[in-house]
């Protein structure tokens, strides 16, 4: 019995380990999950958080078989995992092997050859250390393993996902995207990277442990094995209990989390409402129902411990009692008491690790679903398998031959209806009509993110579906009505037209874009960070910077979607003119409301529900009366009267 101390924060880590580890690192997994659910749930003070068995559903899978398709990511990786292997092996024999040694050390302890029992005591260090060499290899190596593998993952589901026309992204919200590539790339490095090797080296210490057990006492063993249902009936009465308060008490967090991110990003829609108060109450009643969740979970978890601590230290004692009596009547000797209680920890402590990590790998395998999901996407807008060359030099010839178009979101609906158009190569067309005419229909369908369900469109002759996408679209530049903005300098956002460019040839077109002057007025120029989003400028600094992008990208086909719609009448003019000289030689298509932009355009094209309607200069459009003309004198003349 006096060596009862040496073992029991052992026994206490590993009894913890059975009931504690599972509900606590599965609350922490979750988080990710509880967190995808916050955009849901816009008023958490008015009900409970969303059903948590859609989280969980979505969390895990019980198909652990799908892990294999992780596989094809591993092989390259051959001899890393052949060493971690051999790590892992080695190790758990060292482990096996150290029980042996201490029994030797315990049983000679007092003998009178001291030589003898140093050779037992370096014995027992010399196992250790290889022990320790092996651990750290294989951690080494296993972790080495699982971050290249996941990187690789990430690469891979990252370019498979670029390349996605929009109509996936109809289907599938680009936050739900990045979570794959994140959290579910975690849970899998987390698997490749610990579980897996934990989870063979527990089977082994199982195995052997098991064996070495009954090797050193039968009749223990026997006892041993039938305390686990005792052990096991009280954590799987209350862990399922846990789990579910768990579930519960994340929900609500995501829900405060959710709260105060909804009021935080519209601070100053708060401030001016004068809502405040409200807003206070609303967090703090979410806080004070996820405290008292925690609660429930805290008094759950407290009496699973009390339960199982005292059954398992209560077996511990039953054991080494009736080992002290073996001792005492000869039958053994301490150190074979002393083995035979650390394999009994050694085992215990594998069957929890074992149990822990099924759970894990539940959840690797639902996120393997999900990533495999995206990989194996398929794409309504796809390269054909041997596209044809684009003649060269691309003369900017466009032409819509009966084109009918409806958006995959809604088929009911059509965009455009049996569209025919040709724009000559140089000629500047200005596409105008109501909302939803399909003008920017038009603009997308020329750089081919949709295809249409009838009818073709192309380029210098040679129909898009035919060409690779990259291959053509290298010879567009485009500035869209939403200017993106990336979360960098000004150069190098304008640059991102053509990043071979020079620092003047950057500079050139911001000036031909009527942007040199606020960008040179930043605190560095040209050189100064704009901010996430480009939050630093103004809507008509963005899209300044948009066109001096596409200005920069010297391609022979130009599209303007609302340009210069955040213009004001000074930046517009100088940019209108940018325009007009860089159109004299390109293939300019212009999509705008403000018929002022578009005035001196070669052709305008009037849309109403997908169809051409009439088409011809200004004038031509405004003697002629219909929709061009109503459109002309509300925006003109009625503006005019107006002021």
Request: with cysteine; charged share 20%; aromatic share 6%.
């Amino acid at each position: 019995m006096r060596h009862l101390d040496l073992f029991e924060g052992s026994v206490r880590a590993d009894c913890l380990t059975l009931m504690d580890r599972a509900a606590m690192k599965l609350d922490l997994a979750r988080v990710a999950g509880r967190i995808r659910t916050q955009g849901r749930i816009s008023q958490p003070m008015a009900r409970r958080p969303t059903s948590p068995v859609a989280s969980e559903e979505r969390a895990g899978s019980k198909k652990v078989g799908v892990l294999s398709a992780l596989w094809p990511f591993m092989m390259p990786y051959k001899a890393l995992m052949a060493g971690a292997l051999m790590a892992l092996v080695l190790t758990a024999s060292m482990s096996l092997a150290l029980p042996l040694a201490v029994r030797r050390v315990v049983d000679n302890f007092r003998i009178e050859n001291g030589d003898l029992l140093d050779v037992y005591f370096l014995a027992a260090l010399g196992i250790a250390a290889v022990l320790a060499l092996g651990t750290g290899i294989r951690y080494a190596l296993v972790t080495r393993l699982g971050e290249r593998v996941v990187a690789d993952i990430r690469k891979a589901v990252f370019d498979r996902v670029i390349g996605m026309s929009p109509e996936f992204y109809e289907r599938i919200m680009t936050g739900e995207v990045l979570s794959r590539i994140t959290t579910d790339t975690t849970l899998i490095q987390s698997v490749l990277g610990s579980s897996a090797s934990i989870a063979l080296r527990n089977m082994l210490l199982f195995a052997g442990g098991l064996v070495l057990m009954l090797l050193t006492s039968a009749k223990l063993t026997g006892l041993v094995l039938l305390l686990v249902p005792a052990v096991l009936v009280p954590i799987l009465v209350l862990g399922r209990r846990l789990r579910a308060i768990s579930r519960e008490n994340q929900d609500w967090i995501a829900a405060s989390s959710g709260n105060a991110s909804e009021a935080l990003s519209a601070v100053q829609t708060v401030q001016s409402y004068t809502n405040e108060t409200a807003s206070r109450a609303a967090f703090a009643e979410v806080t004070e129902t996820a405290y008292d969740v925690s609660r429930r979970r805290i008094a759950t978890r407290a009496v699973l411990t009390v339960i199982v601590i005292f059954l398992v230290f209560s077996g511990i004692v039953g054991v080494l009692w009736m080992g002290a009596n073996d001792v005492r009547a000869g039958v053994m000797t301490e150190g074979t008491l002393i083995q035979f209680v650390i394999y009994s920890v050694i085992m215990a402590g594998a069957v929890a690790a074992l149990s822990e990590i099924w759970s894990e790998l539940q959840r690797a395998a639902g996120a393997t679903e999900r990533l495999v999901e995206l990989l194996n996407a398929a794409d309504s807008v796809n390269d054909p398998v041997q596209p044809a060359a684009l003649a060269l030099p691309v003369q900017g010839e466009i032409a819509f031959d009966n084109v009918t178009f409806r958006y995959p979101a809604r088929p009911d609906q059509v965009a455009l209806d049996g569209m025919s158009l040709t724009v000559r190569p140089g000629e500047t067309v200005a596409f105008v009509g109501p909302s939803g005419a399909g003008k920017t229909t038009v603009i997308q369908l020329i750089q081919r993110f949709y295809d249409p369900q009838s009818g073709r469109v192309l380029l210098d002759g040679q129909d898009l579906t035919t060409l690779s996408r990259a291959d053509f679209r290298r010879h567009i530049a485009l500035v869209p009505q939403d200017p993106v903005i990336f979360a960098a300098s000004a150069r190098e956002n304008i640059r991102f037209g053509r990043p071979s460019a020079s620092d003047a040839e950057v500079e050139e077109a911001a000036r031909a874009a009527a942007a040199h002057e606020f960008i040179a007025a930043l605190p560095e120029g040209y050189d100064s960070f704009v901010g996430e989003r480009g939050v630093m400028l103004s809507g008509g600094q963005k899209q300044r910077i948009a066109i001096a992008r596409a200005i920069l990208r010297d391609a022979p086909v130009l599209l303007l979607d609302e340009a210069t719609s955040a213009l004001d009448a000074e930046s517009e003019r100088a940019v209108q003119q940018a325009v007009e000289r860089l159109s004299a030689d390109r293939t300019t298509l212009i999509v705008a409301h403000r018929l002022a932009t578009v005035k001196k355009a070669d052709r305008i094209v009037v849309l109403e529900a997908g169809r051409i309607v009439a088409q011809g200069t200004h004038d031509e459009l405004v003697a002629g009366g219909g929709l061009y003309a109503r459109l002309a004198r509300l925006q003109f003349t009625d503006g005019l009267a107006a002021e």
